[in-house]
Structures are given as structure tokens and as C-alpha cells.
């Protein structure tokens, strides 16, 4: 009960904090690890893509909230997209050299937090999720 709420909350915070970034990114750029155009023509194909994220994780996190049925096959969702584009930022950070402009850029740490969580968040999801999904 107490894990299935932390989760809950826990991917609604994230949807949020998902939302709050892409804000970020739009308005100020402080978000931005680089404002090279190869950098920025990346990280702006991904908006579409987070927003469905983060719609599975809020209605995942709803629905583990209220422990409704259809919680775990969102949460399988959520879990899925989280882990594919944690995967797919970490790939493109590690061929172009990124993770090591950490020491000096504060847009790259926050990255790094960022691509460390979705990827544990994404097992985490999908690990609650899976044995719900079974009982259903």
C-alpha cells in the first residue's frame, strides 16, 4: 500500500517536473546543456515523446493512487517510455562527449540526475506494474 502510493506520487511528480523542464527549455534555456544547433535540434524532437511519458505517468500514478485497474498497464507504459527515452538521451550524451562537460556545465548534472532517474524510475514502474498486470 505505502510503496504503491510512493509511486503514485512519485510519477505524478515526475509528469510534473517533466513539464516544468520543457518549460524551461522553451522560455530561459537554463535547461540546455549546449545551444549548438546539433544540440538543440535533438532535444527539440523530444517534447512530443516526453508529453506522452509524461501523460502515462500521471494517469499511472492516478490510478495507483486511487488503486484502480487500469493503473498497471499505464504503469507498464510509463515504465517503457520512461526506460526508451532515458535510453535514447543516454546514447546521444555518451557519442557526443556530453558527460564530461559535467565538471563545468550545471545543465549537464541536472542531466545526468535526469537520465539516472527516468531510467530507475522506468524499472521501478515497470517492476510494481508487472505482477498487478498479471492479476488483472
Not at 520543457?22 to 546539433?38: K, L, N, Q, R
Not at 526506460?83 to 555518451?94: T, W
Request: with cysteine.
Amino acid at each position: 500500500m505505502i510503496a504503491r502510493r510512493a509511486l503514485g506520487v512519485t510519477l505524478i511528480v515526475g509528469a510534473i517536473v517533466t513539464a516544468l523542464y520543457w518549460w524551461s527549455y522553451f522560455t530561459g534555456g537554463d535547461v540546455m546543456a549546449s545551444h549548438e544547433h546539433w544540440y538543440t535540434a535533438f532535444e527539440s524532437s523530444f517534447p512530443v515523446a516526453d508529453g506522452w511519458m509524461a501523460l502515462c505517468m500521471a494517469a499511472a500514478g492516478a490510478g495507483l493512487l486511487t488503486n484502480r485497474p487500469w493503473a498497471s498497464p499505464l504503469g507498464l507504459m510509463a515504465g517503457s517510455a520512461l526506460i526508451y527515452l532515458a535510453a535514447m538521451d543516454i546514447a546521444f550524451n555518451v557519442e557526443n562527449g556530453l558527460y564530461a562537460q559535467a565538471a563545468t556545465n550545471d545543465a549537464m548534472k541536472a542531466e545526468i540526475v535526469i537520465n539516472v532517474t527516468s531510467a530507475l524510475l522506468g524499472i521501478w514502474t515497470i517492476i510494481a506494474s508487472w505482477p498487478r498486470q498479471r492479476a488483472l
